[in-house]
């Protein structure tokens, strides 16, 4: 019996031992996130990588493309093709692959693959109070590691039971409510994955104003630092 007690012990340290990447070098990435709009962001490191392209202006250039589900607001075929280029890589769900042309990695929850040297854990993303994403259709958000830091691209989403197994330095959460999670219900979510810094996204486009971005930073203050950043 003892034997199996400290086998049991060794094998929980792991996850117990996780704390992060320092708060400083959390904000060094921070500062190198960019808000398009909606759920568009374009994160700068050794490889620029973009997440569910929508209303691109200006034409750029992606080493990555990450889309969480075949939503036109997510998963835009002219929005990714102004990001495009010859060595673009997509990850994608398959619905929405189908969409897209290049060189598309299609992906399903509880799968891990390294892009270009970026690592990324797909996880789930539904809903559990509404229809508009059901669980069965396997749509998808990412962890994805840049510098060293997880970043968490939730996509549409309700606060699932699953987050409170999600390692990650920096989440970006939904806030607007309607079709993803309130402000409110965000913020528990918010708590229950405990990032180093939390950004809203899914507001002002569509649905959702700035005021639920506001209220989502002001319900966190003093627990989880939230950055709000500006659509560019």
């Known amino acids: 019996m003892k034997k199996i007690a400290i086998i049991v ?49 200006k034409k750029d250039r992606a080493d990555i493309i990450l889309i969480t589900h075949e939503h036109y607001d997510h998963c835009s075929p002219e929005d990714v093709a102004k990001l495009q280029g010859p060595d673009t890589v997509i990850v994608a769900t398959a619905d929405c692959a189908a969409k897209l042309k290049g060189n598309i990695k299609t992906v399903k929850p509880g799968d891990k693959l390294t892009v270009q040297g970026v690592d990324i854990e797909v996880v789930p993303s539904y809903n559990i109070n509404k229809k508009f994403h059901p669980k069965g259709n396997k749509w ?5 590691t840049v510098d060293g830091v997880r970043i968490y691209l939730a996509g549409d989403t309700d606060r699932i039971p699953e987050m409170k197994n999600f390692k990650c330095d920096i989440a970006l959460l939904p806030v607007s409510g309607t079709y993803v999670m309130t402000a409110e219900e965000a913020v528990q979510a918010a708590l229950d994955i405990k990032p180093k810094v939390a950004i809203p996204m899914h507001y002002a486009s569509i649905v959702g104003t700035d005021d639920d971005a506001r209220e989502f930073a002001k319900a966190l203050e003093g627990k989880i ?8």
């Open 9 to 57: 012990i060794m094998l929980a340290l792991p996850l117990c031992a996780w704390a992060g990447q320092k708060e400083g070098d959390v904000m060094d990435i921070v500062k190198h996130m960019h808000r398009i709009g909606h759920d568009t962001f374009k994160v700068e490191g050794e490889k620029t990588i973009y997440t569910d392209p929508f209303k691109i202006t």
């Open 140 to 144: 998808v958000g990412y962890i994805f």
């Open 225 to 232: 630092k939230v950055v709000v950043l500006e659509a560019q």
